[in-house]
């Protein structure tokens, strides 16, 4: 049997975005509160697994269109992120 580290097939990168600009990656627990959230609440986002500190695993069925404005609003509800910042997401390579 074939064994692979990568479980999906795209890497992503979870970027805070504070309101003068500054960046830092999202700490994981975040994400983790995030994909944890939706294996029960969104089945769109259940191909999703935090790797590290501002990392994350999709499959390609997983909207990016869609998981950026979801994770600013859950976020938001949790208290991680303030109303001035946001979120960057984007494919690493």
Known sequence: M????????????IVRVEANGAE???PIHWIDNFA???FTNDAIFDDTLPLADGLLEAGHLVPLD????????????????????????????
């Open 2 to 13: 074939a064994y692979s580290k990568n479980m999906f097939a795209r890497k992503l990168a």
């Open 36 to 38: 944890m959230r939706n």
């Open 66 to 93: 869609r998981l950026r404005p979801a994770m600013e609003d859950w976020f938001r509800r949790k208290g991680y992120l303030q109303q001035d910042e946001r979120l960057a997401v984007s494919e690493v390579f």
């Open 24 to 26: 830092s990656p999202c």
